[in-house]
């Protein structure tokens, strides 16, 4: 067979279901071999929406979510997809088609050096110069992209794709497996754990990637531990749990660091530096700590942990609890500062207040959604307060980017989320600047059949950045801009607006959008003064409560 039709086995012997991408010449024999194929070709308008795609795809399935480009600017639209999904650490497997090898040796049309491009943002990739290595290749970038995890990429050549071999795909075999720490360790750390007055879970989202939330909650359940999660930790234990405390991630001192502040131990479970530096929680480097992750933890002069168990997240806490002969009583501290947080969003439940509150916005979203139903959520100011406020009572239900945090995330994102968990309902939280960037993939979500609703904050202006350029010179700069029609755009594409001018309309009209299902997009004014209210909140002494 030539290269193409091995590379498209190849990718169905590692269970691929979707691949995202925007077609190209160079990745015409790819093409015509997927078209034999019983992996869906997902078409989107945008390389960038491909990727994010792709990237939410791994995040909520924990396998390669794949998306494909041709070479040149083609593969330069995916590095920002791709970088996101590195950061994030979500499996994603880019494939990029390539002129003949003949030609890369020299100035040619469109040709860059793509593999030295994606190199900072991917954990391995490489380019395929013969046919007969392709089941290698492929077989590692699955298994790198699935357990590192991350980002890979493939390099495949026109002229590689049309080569004969003879070659056939890897058998797969058993799925590696990573140990547990030994009983010697467990026992000093759960004696540890037990002497300390006031300890505190911080858990961060390699509990969510490596589906270790069973685990977790039976330790929370057993030792009495309270949890903090960072903003994509959120879900690892429910919301409503009593030793639910809140979400850590914005730079002010936020409630929830009160926790952390007081606390003379903080257990670190699947938490990456990357989502939220340890110097914003630990800035005189002064906290015990204990650190459980699959890997060892990046050097941080803020990050410092006394003890360190590296393996399986699952199988460290199945072990670790087993050594637990204690149990906890939540401090008095800790039970009123979950209900200083929780409280915070329940205050704005019968503001009626229009322009809408962003809590407000989102009382009401949480309202429409069961516990069980999606929340992605695009960066802007919106997000701080989701990742602050919105309640997650099951994993995987508010995905967040946090690591890139790039904006125009959260609309292709949605259609991944419903092409994977079509019984779900799905809401893409969107701000009117990040809406823009990929609001083209509304076509792909009409032509594919989805159902979701999109919800846009609308404030005419980049909200994140005008709240942090106030916050630093009481004022702010290069942040406005005008928006078209975002009802007669919506329709324009096929999908269902709305415009709400009043409060009161919001949540009976976004539940009724859900039930009826279809795209909608609702088009909401937002008062962004509850931003730098905020900030000057967070300026006094908020733990003295």
């Known amino acids: 067979m030539k290269g193409s039709d091995l590379f498209v086995r190849c990718l ?23 078209s034999r194929s019983k992996i869906k070709f997902i078409v989107t308008r945008h390389e960038h929406g491909a990727a994010f795609m792709a990237d939410v795809y791994g995040r909520v399935t924990h396998t390669p979510g794949v ?27 880019a494939i990029t088609g390539q002129a003949d090898q003949e030609k890369t040796h020299k100035e040619a049309h469109q040709y860059i050096d793509i593999v030295g491009s994606f ?26 992209a699935a357990d590192a995890p991350g980002a890979v990429h493939i390099e495949l050549p026109e002229d590689v794709a049309e080569e004969e071999t003879g070659k056939v795909p890897l058998q797969r075999k058993g799925k590696g497996h990573i140990s547990s720490p030994g009983e010697d360790e467990l026992n000093r750390v759960a004696a540890f754990l037990k002497n300390a007055s006031m300890p505190i879970i911080l858990a961060g989202n390699g509990i969510l990637r490596e589906e270790a939330f069973p685990e977790l909650k039976e330790f929370v359940d057993r030792t009495g531990i309270p949890v903090a999660t960072t903003f994509m930790g959120k879900g690892a234990i429910p919301a409503d749990s009593h030793l639910y405390l809140g979400s850590v991630g914005i730079q002010e001192k936020d409630y929830i660091i009160c926790g952390i502040d007081v606390a003379d131990l903080v257990i670190c479970i699947g938490f990456d530096p990357v989502e939220y530096s340890p110097r914003f929680w630990n800035p005189e480097a002064s906290k015990n700590i204990i650190h459980i992750h699959s890997n060892h933890p990046v050097v941080d002069s803020s990050y410092l942990p006394e003890f360190i168990l590296i393996g399986s997240i699952k199988e460290t806490l199945k ?44 009382y009401d979203i949480r309202k429409c ?15 701080l307060w989701i990742g602050r406020l919105f ?38 939280a969107v701000g009117d600047g990040g809406f823009m960037m990929n609001l083209q993939e509304l076509e792909t979500a009409r032509r594919l059949g989805c159902s979701f609703a999109v919800v846009i904050f609308n404030d005419s202006k980049y909200g994140s950045i005008d709240w942090k ?21 919506a329709e324009s594409f096929g999908a269902k607006g709305v415009r709400i001018d ?44």
């Open 469 to 489: 350029a106030r916050i630093k010179f009481n004022r702010s700069f290069g942040v406005e801009f005008s928006n078209p029609d975002f009802v007669k755009l």
């Open 319 to 362: 072990h670790l609890v087993t050594y637990c002969d204690f149990k906890k009583e939540i401090p008095e501290y800790f039970r009123k500062l979950k209900g200083i947080i929780e409280g915070e969003l329940e205050s704005f439940g019968d503001d009626m207040s229009f322009p809408m509150k962003p809590q407000k916005i989102l």
């Open 12 to 34: 169905e012997n590692e269970g691929v279901e979707y691949i995202f991408g925007v077609p190209g010449e160079e990745v015409l024999d790819l093409l015509d071999s997927l």
């Open 391 to 428: 309640p997650a009572y099951e994993p995987n239900t508010v995905i967040i980017s946090n690591g890139l945090a790039s904006m125009g995330f959260a609309l292709p994102g949605a259609i991944a989320a419903n092409l994977v968990l079509p019984e779900k309902k799905v809401i893409a």
């Open 502 to 545: 009043r409060a009161e309309e919001f949540a009976p009209l976004l539940k009724k959008a859900l039930e009826d299902g279809g795209i909608w997009v609702f088009d909401v004014e937002v008062d962004y003064s509850e931003n730098m209210k905020l900030s000057q909140k967070l300026k006094g002494d908020v733990c003295k409560f």
């Open 119 to 144: 190199k900072y943002i991917t954990n391995w990739n490489t380019i395929i110069k013969r046919a007969d290595f392709i089941p290698e290749i492929v077989r590692k970038a699955f298994d790198i």
């Open 67 to 93: 998306c494909l480009s041709t070479l040149g600017p083609g593969a330069t639209n995916l590095i920002t997809g791709v970088a996101d999904a590195y950061l994030d650490k979500a499996p994603l497997v």
């Open 369 to 383: 959604l069961s516990r069980g139903d999606i929340l992605i959520s695009d960066v802007g100011a919106h997000k």
